[in-house]
């Protein structure tokens, strides 16, 4: 006889079988349950007492459900309808007629030979809410109401719930933009009345009582206007409500249906306890039939944070579903982001993108036999936690950090980096922003925008300059040069990498043979992109002292078609005095940004020296003066007839004074004597601001 596994013996032993019950004899082929456990109501309204149910199955049932079914405890298959379900997602909402009051009820599926049950539930208790979204093709006009129910007809069905009341203030299934939502219920009146309704709706929608139309509002917008309040006679029983709501347009849902009944001063909301009642069940343990134990987790949405600009990024925890008599078991968890933790039964986790995700969990055993057990379920997670919540609750940012510290960063998408670095970059939080943005730049999809990758890849390379990590700083740039997004913004980011490499490594040769790279990988591109590259050829010639290729350089600019400009003089004189300006004020980023802008449009003035003067200007400010110094140097050397030539010799003699480089300083103030003895400044009676 075969030896049965050691891990198999140790999961016997653990998790014994459950005892056999009546509902075990279902037919053949179905292989997943849950017990439902709900407390049973009944109610002498018209139909059949109803109970629902939300939970998670294990992406072994149907992509339609159709092999989902309801059973009592002795096994009798009982009318069900599945609210929710999609093919990607294996959250379920079903809801199911209660026949017996005995529990549990189980919902089966894992039967790929089912068929899907001729007939379905009909629901008439709680207040359900039907879910559409709107045909974009066109169809029905929601000013009037047959327009209403003729784009009801079109609509595609989203899913559907059950909400406390016709009093709501969002879509309890998603996005609020072009829902269409159904409302039906049924109220109960104790004794004849006649009692004033009141209806607004976001944007329009018609309220009908037994077929007729009560109220319509065609004409779009929350009014909640009571003097348009209609008496309604109402005889004693149960009559029928329902609602019809299309957003054509506004950024939210909303939904109002109150009533005043004779004696009462203001209009009310319609309580909840005078709609027929239904039982709410919660879902059990997954049970796999013919084996001792199915790894099973549960999944709740718990809250969301914001972050800046404009996105949030929602928390979800997760718990094994364990017997109380394993002790201490290894609990892995896999996310589908990239992201796996170990050691803990319950566990809370930020998705930091809204899509698709698949979450496994593993469960070793201890012992010499070993074995583990493993079980997978698909989540969607949405732009805004919907899920339960008219206002999600949001978290702190210690409890963001908390969690976002033990984050594998080499496992990010692009996107969900970028997510993070942004987090970190409003709580001011230098090395984790610099680490996720490292983390950003490296995937193989940033996926996004150009602007986002310009501005963001300068900020951290700005950041890890003032950590005095000069090579990350480039490295940054380069990476982000090389990311595929427009060839304008690359070819900025590329500018950026030489003024670097240049100006804090003093690697002008590397820098050079960038830019000539790029210029055979885009030959034959726009004049744009020519003078992009001949901007940056020049910032690099320039540095190395090559006057040589600094001149065939101006004169390649002078030639290329769209750089002249009529009113360039003007335009350069404003952008001088503003510059000087934001010197003054210590705004140096704009300063920066300014002068990386004016040689852009004009990058011949790199060679006159004007720009440079203010950029050793900018940089001796920021407190760097041997940086600023090494700058003027360079650029009176590598054009020593330049206009600016002796202001910056002597700029660089007070800068490597100021760093206390004290034989350069002399070296360069004898060079500026030498050379231009004419100069107020070598005379020492210039102004040097």
């Not at 974009?136 to 609509?155: L, V």
């Not at 968890?333 to 992201?339: M, T, V």
Request: with cysteine; net charge neutral; aromatic share 10%.
């Amino acid at each position: 006889m075969r030896a049965v596994p050691a891990f198999l013996v140790a999961a016997l032993l653990l998790f014994p079988p459950p005892r056999a019950r009546a509902a075990d004899a279902f037919p053949t082929g179905w292989t997943f349950r849950r017990a439902l456990t709900f407390k049973p109501v009944s109610t002498n309204a018209p139909g059949e007492n109803i109970a629902w149910s939300e939970f998670y199955a294990n992406g072994s049932q149907k992509p339609d459900g159709a092999d989902l079914r309801v059973t009592t405890s002795t096994g009798i298959v009982v009318p069900a309808r599945i609210l929710q379900i999609s093919p990607s997602n294996d959250f379920i909402r079903i809801a199911f007629q209660t026949r017996a009051p005995d529990n549990p009820y189980h919902v089966w599926w894992g039967n790929p030979n089912a068929d899907k049950p001729a007939a379905t539930l009909d629901i008439r208790r709680g207040v359900l809410a039907e879910v559409y979204e709107r045909d974009r093709g066109g169809g029905g006009n929601p000013r009037s109401e047959s327009g209403i129910d003729d784009m009801f007809s079109r609509a595609t069905p989203v899913g559907a719930t059950f909400v406390p009341s016709l009093f709501l203030g969002y879509n309890p299934l998603g996005p609020e933009r072009g829902a269409m939502i159904r409302y039906t219920a049924q109220f109960k009146i104790d004794a004849p009345v006649k009692p004033d309704f009141a209806f607004t709706v976001l944007d329009t929608g018609v309220l009908k009582i037994d077929g007729n139309t009560i109220m319509s509002q065609l004409r779009g917008g929350f009014r909640g206007r009571v003097r348009d309040s209609v008496s309604v006679d109402l005889a004693a029983g149960w009559h029928n409500i329902d609602v019809t709501q299309v957003n054509a347009g506004s950024p939210n849902t909303g939904i109002s249906v109150c009533w005043r009944r004779p004696g009462e001063k203001g209009f009310t909301p319609l309580p909840p306890n005078v709609f027929a009642p239904i039982a709410s069940s919660a879902a059990g343990p997954l049970e796999k039939i013919g084996t001792p134990y199915a790894a099973d987790f549960t999944i709740a949405p718990e809250a969301e944070a914001f972050v800046l600009p404009d996105s949030f990024i929602a928390r979800y925890s997760f718990e094994a579903q364990l017997p109380e008599n394993l002790a201490n078991p290894a609990v892995t968890w896999d996310f589908g982001d990239g992201q796996i933790l170990t050691g803990q039964k319950k566990i809370n986790h930020y998705f930091l993108k809204p899509g698709r995700y698949a979450v496994t969990m593993t469960i070793k055993l201890g012992g010499g036999g070993g074995g583990s057990f493993t079980t997978t379920r698909r989540l969607e997670i949405p732009d805004r936690m919907y899920q339960r919540f008219p206002i999600p609750p949001q978290d702190g940012d210690r409890a963001v950090r908390t969690i976002l510290k033990d984050y594998d960063l080499k496992k990010l998408t692009g996107p969900a980096a970028l997510q993070g670095m942004f987090f970190f970059k409003d709580q001011g939080d230098t090395d984790d922003q610099i680490a996720w943005g490292r983390a950003w730049l490296q995937t193989k999809d940033p996926a996004t925008a150009d602007k986002v990758l310009d501005d963001e890849a300068v900020v951290l390379a700005r950041l890890l300059e003032a950590n005095n990590d000069n090579r990350g700083a480039a490295d940054i740039l380069h990476i982000a040069s090389e990311e595929p997004v427009g060839i304008l913004t690359r070819l900025d980011l590329l500018r950026q990498y030489v003024m670097a490499l240049c100006d804090n490594l003093d690697d002008a040769d590397t820098a050079i043979d960038a830019v000539k790279s790029w210029q055979k990988r885009t030959e034959g591109g726009s004049s744009d992109q020519s003078r992009r590259l001949a901007g940056s050829l020049l910032y690099a010639a320039i540095a190395k002292g090559d006057t040589k290729l600094a001149q065939s350089t101006v004169a390649q600019i002078g030639v290329i078609k769209g750089v002249g400009y009529n009113d360039a003089e003007i335009k350069q004189g404003v952008l001088a005095r503003n510059i000087e300006a934001y010197i003054r004020t210590s705004d140096f980023e704009t300063a920066r940004q300014l002068l990386d802008q004016w040689e852009l449009d004009y990058p011949a003035s790199i060679w006159d020296g004007y720009t440079r003067t203010l950029r050793v200007k900018l940089i001796a400010a920021q407190g760097r003066p041997l940086l600023a110094a090494r700058i003027a140097l360079a650029h009176a050397r590598a054009n020593p007839s330049g206009f600016y030539a002796a202001e910056l010799l002597y700029r660089a003699a007070e800068n490597f004074k100021a760093a206390h480089e004290t034989t350069q300083a002399q070296a360069a103030m004898d060079l500026l004597t030498s050379k231009y003895p004419e100069s107020p400044y070598a005379r020492g009676n210039a102004q040097s601001e």
